[in-house]
């Protein structure tokens, strides 16, 4: 993980929200097709328990993406992640709608993204985070960089580090 700017560190004690796109940072961005035009896409399971483990210490997750999936909410349902927007245009919108519903900062919110459509609103929040094999723009808007590429581990090593920043990891992992 890189760590851009000199308190990015820091500021992951203080995420109370992490947003995700999907393409390209809960997937590996493929997306499969069917002869029936049924679209299936792969979810890395460490990811997912990530995600989970944050959630269980109070950690709030949501998703916003620019595509419309059923195999997203499938995943989001089984996660139990509670803030799913899908098929919007305008994702700073959809950011200003969560900081009225949660009542969360923007300065405590953190946003993971991969490509174009997510500059406006890495712009917006307290911690940009790119995956590894980001756009080279994104790369260089976001304040963290993650070793793993999307889709295969990236979202998990992004959760660990806030769980360790926040000293909650070892009280999470006791549950094991």
Same mark, same amino acid.
């Given at each position: 993980?890189?760590?851009?700017?000199?308190?990015?560190?820091?500021?992951?004690?203080?995420?109370?929200?992490?947003?995700?796109?999907?393409?390209?940072?809960?997937?590996?961005?493929?997306?499969?097709?069917?002869?029936?035009?049924?679209?299936?896409?792969?979810?890395?399971?460490?990811?997912?328990?990530?995600?989970?483990?944050?959630?269980?210490?109070?950690?709030?997750?949501?998703?916003?993406?620019?595509?419309?999936?059923?195999?997203?909410?499938?995943?989001?349902?089984?996660?139990?992640?509670?803030? $799913?927007?899908?098929? *919007?245009? +305008?994702?700073? =919108? %959809?950011?200003? @709608? #969560?900081?009225?519903?949660?009542?969360?900062?923007?300065?405590?919110?953190?946003?993971?993204?991969?490509?174009?459509?997510?500059?406006?609103?890495?712009?917006?929040?307290? $911690?940009?985070?790119? *995956?590894? +094999?980001?756009? =080279? %723009?994104?790369? @260089? #808007?976001?304040?963290?960089?993650?070793?793993?590429?999307?889709?295969?581990?990236?979202?998990?090593?992004?959760?660990?580090?806030?769980?360790?920043?926040?000293?909650?990891?070892?009280?999470?992992?006791?549950?094991?």
């Amino acid at each position: 993980m890189i760590f851009k700017v000199p308190d990015a560190k820091t500021r992951l004690k203080h995420v109370r929200l992490l947003l995700l796109d999907v393409d390209g940072v809960m997937t590996d961005g493929t997306i499969i097709y069917d002869d029936n035009n049924i679209q299936t896409q792969t979810f890395h399971v460490r990811d997912g328990l990530g995600i989970r483990l944050l959630m269980l210490a109070g950690i709030e997750v949501g998703v916003i993406t620019g595509r419309k999936s059923e195999a997203l909410h499938h995943r989001c349902k089984n996660l139990h992640i509670g803030y $799913i927007y899908d098929n *919007v245009k +305008n994702k700073v =919108e %959809i950011l200003h @709608e #969560i900081i009225a519903k949660t009542g969360i900062n923007a300065d405590d919110i953190a946003y993971m993204g991969d490509d174009l459509p997510d500059i406006s609103i890495m712009k917006e929040v307290g $911690i940009p985070i790119a *995956v590894a +094999n980001a756009h =080279e %723009i994104i790369i @260089e #808007i976001s304040h963290i960089v993650t070793s793993a590429k999307g889709g295969a581990g990236a979202i998990r090593e992004i959760c660990e580090a806030i769980l360790k920043a926040q000293m909650l990891w070892d009280s999470v992992i006791e549950r094991f």
